[in-house]
Nanobody
Framework: VQLQASGGGLVQAGDSLRLSCEVS????????VAWFRQAPGKEREFLAA????????YYEDSAKGRFTISRDNTKNTVYLQMNSLKPEDTAVYSC?????????????????WGQGTQITVSS
């Protein structure tokens, strides 16, 4: 299983951005894909997860309202739509996969990780 995150870049405060996580290799209907981020000097933080089958979603409280996770099974891709970006959203964003429920926020419970994509939000 491989995951590839893309879509990052340099944006201004208030802008929107959509990240993509393309999943390749063998997957099962019972998997969940999540987005995490890691800001400089901080621990990796869970943002949201979605089940591959059924599209059930789960959000960290800090991500509710501005971030939306979705998936397109035909493209094997999970998205993270981010609106009203703030400078404190500056981080490396990564996607990860686990077998089981999306209602899991611990990074240790995610088995496959993709390389991150950098987002820098200027004020």
């Amino acid at each position: 299983v491989q995951l590839q995150a893309s879509g990052g870049g340099l944006v201004q405060a208030g802008d929107s951005l959509r990240l993509s996580c393309e999943v390749s290799g063998r997957t099962f209907s019972s998997v969940a894909v999540a987005w995490f981020r890691q800001a400089p000097g901080k621990e990796r933080e869970f943002l949201a997860a979605i089940s591959w089958s059924g599209g059930r979603t789960y959000y960290e409280d800090s991500a509710k309202g501005r971030f939306t996770i979705s998936r397109d099974n035909t493209k094997n891709t999970v998205y993270l739509q981010m609106n009203s970006l703030k400078p404190e959203d500056t981080a490396v964003y990564s996607c990860a996969q686990r077998i089981g429920s999306p209602r899991v926020s611990s990074l240790n419970d995610y088995h496959y990780w993709g390389q991150g994509t950098q987002i820098t939000v200027s004020s």
